[in-house]
């Protein structure tokens, strides 16, 4: 096994006023040729936007791009025609492909949003632009691992360009769970700590740090305090 340790006080910290970012990897200003990406994960943003502000109409291309909203709404427009707005429970994927035009805002004048922004190189290049917003229950994340990003369509959660599984799960203290990579070959498990305290493989994990591990089948996972996990499974090549 082997694995890497991304303590949050190590991130890239982006404060632009209306929008305070930390970065797991490279993004941006913040650029550290030791933290480009985690095999092919190659953006985990941690944002908080203010009221009524936001990102206003810009490009992505050829990049698989995941928004999970943990606190307040944002308001989501694009040049497919989707005027949307994701709240907590939401999940939101966009495939770039060719290009799409997007932005988002603040749907609330006094609250805060706070909101995770993910990008995830495809496997397929090219793919014609496409949209997916789903809601899920909280609840069913208690204790157990609750799947929102897999590469079926129809499976549980959205689903993506490439062959990336995405759990979230809330742990009560004492609480143990195993994970099993889909494909211990070729992927591994980035571990992204929302809230709590947390032992991953022996790891300890504080809220906001992150843990990358490879070459293993299996994560043994044991609540320190009552928790909150994001488990990206992706290709490592």
């Not at 908080?48 to 909203?69: Q, R, W």
């Not at 005027?83 to 492909?97: L, R």
């Not at 004048?109 to 949209?131: C, E, G, M, S």
Request: net charge negative.
């Amino acid at each position: 096994m082997n694995k890497i340790l991304h303590k949050a006080t190590t991130r890239g910290d982006a404060n632009h006023g209306w929008l305070h970012s930390k970065h797991t990897f490279s993004f941006a200003n913040y650029h550290n040729p030791e933290r480009m990406n985690f095999g092919v994960l190659r953006v985990l943003n941690d944002d908080i936007v203010s009221g009524n502000m936001g990102f206003s109409t810009h490009p992505h291309k050829d990049m698989e791009i995941i928004s999970i909203p943990l606190e307040g709404d944002l308001k989501h427009k694009d040049n497919m025609g989707n005027e949307t707005v994701i709240k907590c429970g939401d999940i939101q994927v966009m495939s770039a492909g060719t290009g799409i035009m997007h932005s988002e805002y603040n749907n609330n004048p006094d609250q805060a949003v706070k909101f995770l922004q993910i990008w995830v190189f495809p496997n397929k290049k090219n793919v014609t632009p496409r949209y997916d917003q789903i809601t899920l229950d909280v609840a069913d994340r208690k204790n157990k691992m609750q799947q929102i990003v897999s590469p079926n369509v129809g499976d549980a959660g959205v689903w993506i360009h490439q062959d990336a599984w995405f759990n979230m799960t809330n742990l009560e203290k004492a609480k143990e769970l195993t994970y099993h990579l889909n494909d211990s070959k070729r992927n591994g498990v980035y571990v992204f700590v929302l809230k709590g305290d947390v032992t991953v493989n022996n790891q300890s994990l504080n809220s906001r740090d992150g843990l990358g591990v490879w070459d293993t089948n299996h994560l043994n996972i044991k609540a320190d305090s009552d928790t909150e996990l994001l488990l990206m499974e992706v290709p490592m090549s």
